[in-house]
């Protein structure tokens, strides 16, 4: 059957379900105590004034809600950034599906991806980046069959981070 | 002798001297035919009521000015991201010296690092991050020298770009 969703901007009182989401990833990443990130600090950092982030919300209707009752079960988490090469440009920091709602190779995933790229389209940007683990081969393969390439193999780019006490000391200046 | 110098904030008169130095920085990074960026969009992508960028310029007093004549003589290019992991990060895009003001290992490329990260620290970011590309051996021991790490070996991220005729597909959703 297909399934029933719809993608809808977050506003700030998703920030619970996005803090979740952003949990479960992780933990498919494996990397879930690397994640700092709280509700509250989502609902600041996404939500005030100057936001830093943009993001959209997968919803599914009431009686298709998850076994834990959820109906908020996917998110992409993005924001513009700017290549002095081609100008504004979207990046994706994040797309989330909850398991028992992914569809190989399209439903809720694909759809969040291209409303990332129609938002980013409608800004002006050009291109649409984003960052995925190495053994995350099975999202590669959707990745790539949606036009996307590896920069990083490609161009030889790495990319490099200064943060903890080494992003303190070099602030000092 | 020491360098004489000043850096503050770029201002929409420094389009000029930006786009002259971004060239500069693709020649050198052998990638000149990938510019599509004129001055004219830099004073709009970055200098109206929505800046998709912020910029540093780095300025020698009239005496010292370069053999062209020009006394703006490098730049920081940057904006802010945010990691779902860890909140708000500073992400810089550009950094460029021209090749007569370069000391190894200080001097005006290192001044502009660390005043990248103090406004990302002001702005409450914990991270500063950044791409190079891999021949750049070069500059990649100035940046370790500085408590930046490779994201790309260390944890097998890879970065994934949808751009052109692929875009406007994945945009037409």
Redesign the interface.
């Known amino acids: 059957r297909a399934m029933q969703y719809s993608i809808r901007e977050a506003t700030s009182e998703d920030c619970k379900d996005i803090a979740r989401m952003?949990m479960e990833?992780?933990s498919y990443e494996k990397?879930s105590d690397?994640?700092?990130?709280t509700q509250e600090?989502l609902e600041t950092?996404?939500f005030s004034n100057h936001p830093?982030?943009k993001c959209l919300i997968a919803e599914v209707p009431e009686e298709h809600k998850s076994k834990e009752g959820h109906s908020k079960v996917g998110y992409a988490?993005y924001?513009?950034?700017?290549?002095?090469?081609?100008?504004?440009a979207v990046?994706m920091?994040?797309l989330y599906v909850m398991p028992e709602y992914r569809v190989a190779g399209k439903g809720l995933g694909c759809?969040l991806?291209?409303?990332v790229?129609?938002e980013?389209?409608v800004a002006g940007c050009?291109?649409?980046?984003?960052?995925?683990?190495?053994?995350n081969t099975g999202s590669?393969d959707f990745?790539v069959s949606?036009?996307?390439?590896?920069?990083?193999?490609s161009?030889?780019?790495?990319?490099?981070?200064?943060?903890?006490?080494?992003?303190?000391?070099?602030?000092?200046?």
Do not use: P
């Open positions: 952003i990833l992780a990397m690397q994640v700092k990130i600090v950092d996404g830093f982030f988490l924001f513009y950034t700017y290549s002095t090469w081609k100008g504004r990046y920091e994040d759809a991806m291209r409303r790229a129609q980013g389209k050009s291109q649409l980046n984003f960052a995925l683990l190495d053994w590669r990745y949606q036009g996307c390439w590896d920069i990083t193999d161009l030889g780019y790495h990319f490099m981070r200064c943060e903890g006490s080494a992003f303190e000391l070099l602030a000092q200046g």
